[in-house]
């Protein structure tokens, strides 16, 4: 599947990049000058995961954010007030001051889940978005992300797990950025790619250079259509790298300043920027007209976020419970009558193939199918019959290796 | 009461579409206890789903599920086992509608509690971790038709509610249910025995040693009034302070553990709402500080029973 960009669409990506950047920036001043009330993560070198990824949903798609997925929460059509406001503990953010950082959401038009701080739990919970949209007819994609740290909880077992058997329509983006808070990724997992962990639920997977916004793009896009179509859950892992500590207050004095340079060189913004002059989708013009309009957005945004009142004290108690504030109806779109009786009556009994015998079993190579679909040109790590890659080969983009 | 659960489910299901349950072996097994036999075979494979052994991924996609729409019913096998999902349940669950205004209307439900010798993970009371997290609602039922009208106020309520239901009592309760649909309130205790003497609070399997033990003292010219809480979460302040205006005396029994049991809560706000209005003081007969024992002899000591509960009562009724 070639998947191509048009013009406009390319330059969008920089937008939201550059947004996401410029944002980060702003907020960072923000926080020298105690305005911001919490804590601040970055995503510095990081946004054309959060930007390509979320750029290949559909508006009726569900994502969840992780905490350095600003950018995803941009394309999603949230804007830089929001995320001001929630870091600034505002009375006009999303969530009126209770919670803050990107720990916000929309139920009803952006389809936004809003992220704890405890990791791995949204993925189940994305897997029971999948399973309802699913259940409703809907044909959504729910998306999330996970750090390389992250894929080590329970949780991100047992919902990878679930929605493998339910065949849930989930991409899970693992963001390998190498750290989790001050433990290198090598201490954490022992595997080479954490895209292989995919294996042990059978489902597919793709490993991607996090820092090239346009192959994110094009891996996420055709992960998201693949979901789409019913195939079950996909698993992709992008390389890239935490360019800051964990949070503002971590010097990150434990990664080897070498590796710092090695990823600075392959700065994704710098990166895209080049790839646009070189591919003559933009001039000097059109990049300073693009940049004017997100600095004009942030400045108005920053006024609105600096001139809004913190909440009221007396908004403490408030909410806890839902008391007839929410009317809760699924979106239908099949038929009801297809889920009641009696057109929903079965025969409870399970078809069991195989039995499980051990001679039955699948040979290696046969077993492999499902993952070669993304391992053609990678024999090493998914041995499968010539014959089977070949056909499969065909489908599938050259995958998108990192080499060390 | 197992029965009325059942039909509460099935009722419930056939009313809304919404409806759906998942957990382990609910579907063709028709569950541990067979609360949800015959549901699969009549609702489908879609809205009776058998899940991996995986509590955390259970309530994850319960919520995911409420998210869009649907009323999920998800069941730990034993209750004991939702320690396993206490961080989706009160991180994830509980803080949803306050923090980002997303209700969560599922109701998680399960066996428990003790008196059939399950031994230290299959004997669990754990509602007290729940009821110190403001978001949930925690429903405790003692008789079939509170059972079967409770759940359906559960399932149709816009919040998190963590059903539980004292195993003991499955088979052991019996009474003719209504025909045709009611609901029991969330939030309302009821008097199920009027007295003038003393006021004995409880909830679950305890709601019945209470009453065993009601009946021991009016024979002695005691006359005890019963309350059952029935949801612990919120708690009906209103019940237990108008009661212990009439009788001057509380005494609460719960089969949960001694410290940090719910007695002690309601002692705090009996002497915040009606301390002039005590004659004695606040007295409970609880389980013991111990994980539940497996040995007959050992749960048999390890429980509240009629005699321990009736021994109190008389103490209480003397001041």
């Known amino acids: 599947m070639k998947i191509s960009l048009r013009r406009e669409q390319h330059l969008e990506l920089y937008y939201y990049m550059k947004l996401n950047r410029a944002l980060e920036e702003q907020m960072v001043r923000l926080f020298r000058q105690n305005k911001i009330v919490g804590g601040l993560y ?3 070198g990081q946004e054309a995961i959060s930007v390509g990824t979320a750029y290949a949903l559909e508006p009726r798609d569900w994502l969840a954010p992780m905490i350095r997925n600003i950018g995803a929460l941009l394309v999603k059509g949230f804007k830089p007030r929001d995320i001001l406001t929630q870091h600034m503990a505002k009375y006009t953010s999303p969530t009126l001051g209770k919670d803050g950082t990107s720990h916000f959401g929309d139920l009803k038009v952006r389809h936004v889940v809003s992220p704890i701080s405890m990791l791995g739990d949204l993925i189940p919970v994305m897997t029971g978005i999948a399973m309802a949209g699913s259940y409703l007819g809907q044909k959504i994609v729910a998306m999330t992300w996970i750090g390389d740290g992250g894929t080590s909880t329970g949780a991100f077992h047992e919902g990878i797990n679930l929605a493998a058997v339910q065949k849930a329509a989930l991409v899970c983006i693992i963001e390998n950025n190498q750290w989790a808070y001050s433990t290198p990724v090598r201490r954490q997992v022992p595997t080479q790619d954490l895209a292989d962990r995919a294996k042990a639920y059978g489902i597919p997977s793709y490993v991607v250079d996090g820092n090239d916004v346009v192959s994110v793009y094009q891996v996420s896009k055709e992960a998201v259509e693949r979901c789409r179509s019913g195939q079950g ?10 360019m800051k500590g964990h949070a503002q207050h971590d010097a990150a004095e434990y990664v080897p300043k070498a590796m710092f340079e090695y990823w600075k060189a392959r700065d994704p913004l710098d990166r895209y920027e080049k790839h646009l002059t070189a591919s003559k989708l933009w001039d000097a013009q059109t990049k300073a007209e693009i940049d004017a309009r997100i600095e004009r957005e942030l400045q108005e945004d920053l006024e609105f976020a600096e001139s809004s009142p913190l909440p009221p004290p007396e908004l403490v108690e408030q909410g806890v419970y839902c008391e007839g504030c929410h009317t809760i109806e699924p979106d239908w779109q099949r038929p009801k009558e297809e889920l009641v009786p009696p057109k929903s ?58 080499r060390r | ?145 509170d059972a079967k009208g409770l759940l359906k106020s559960a399932i149709r309520d816009n919040n998190p509610v963590l059903f539980f239901e004292h195993k003991f009592l499955y088979r052991r309760v019996k009474e003719e249910l209504p025909s045709g ?42 006359e005890a009034e019963v309350i059952d809480l029935r949801t612990l979460l919120p708690l009906d302040r209103e019940t ?26 309601i002692a705090a706000l009996v002497c915040e709402g009606a301390f002039e209005d005590l004659d004695g003081p606040v007295l409970r007969v609880t389980s013991l500080d111990t994980p ?20 109190a009562a008389r103490d209480l009724a003397r001041y």
């Not at chain 1, 492999?368 to 070949?390: F, M, Y």
């Not at chain 2, 033990?213 to 024979?219: I, T």
């Not at chain 2, 302070?241 to 002690?264: F, M, P, Y």
């Not at chain 2, 539940?292 to 021994?311: H, I």
Request: hydrophobic residues 40%; contains cysteine.
């Open chain 2, 1 to 145: 009461m197992l029965e009325a659960i059942r039909q509460a489910l099935f009722e419930e299901m056939e009313r809304d579409p919404a409806v759906v349950l998942l957990g382990e072996d609910v579907g063709v097994y028709g569950g541990a206890f067979k609360v949800t036999a015959g549901l699969l075979e009549r609702f489908g494979w879609e809205r009776v789903i058998d899940t991996p052994i995986s509590e955390t991924a259970i309530v994850g996609a319960a919520v995911g599920m409420s998210y869009l729409g649907l009323r999920p019913v998800a069941e730990m096998q034993f209750i004991d086992f939702i320690a396993c999902c206490f961080n989706q349940l009160t991180n994830f669950v509980a803080k949803s509608h306050y923090r980002w205004g997303a209700p969560v209307p599922m109701v998680v439900r399960g066996p428990s509690g003790g008196g059939v010798h399950g031994g230290p993970f299959h004997s669990a009371n754990p509602e007290m971790y729940f009821v110190h997290t403001p978001g949930l609602k925690v429903v405790y039922p003692s008789t079939a038709y």
């Open chain 1, 42 to 44: 970055s995503s510095l």
């Open chain 1, 233 to 242: 859950p996909i698993l992709i892992e992008a390389k890239t790298m935490r």
């Open chain 2, 181 to 222: 649909d009611y609901t029991v309130p969330l939030g309302k205790a009821v008097v199920r025995r009027e007295g003038r003497d003393l006021t004995m609070v409880s909830y679950a399997a305890m709601m019945h040693t209470s009453m065993g033990a009601a009946e021991v003292l009016a024979k002695e010219g005691i």
């Open chain 2, 292 to 311: 539940v024992p497996y040995s007959p002899p050992l749960e048999e000591r390890f429980l509240p029973d009629v005699q321990r509960v009736a021994a």
């Open chain 1, 345 to 402: 009556s079965v025969a409870a009994v399970w078809e069991v193939e195989d039995f499980g015998a051990f001679e039955k079993r699948e040979e290696p190579a046969a077993a492999a199918k499902q993952s070669t679909v993304l391992a053609s040109g990678d024999g090493r790590r998914h041995p499968a019959q010539p014959s089977a890659r070949k056909e499969k080969a065909a489908k599938t983009p050259a995958r998108n290796k990192v």
């Open chain 2, 240 to 265: 237990l302070l108008a009661s212990v205006k009439k009788t001057n005396k509380i005494l609460v029994v719960h089969e949960d553990t001694r410290t940090g049991g719910i007695a002690g809560e």
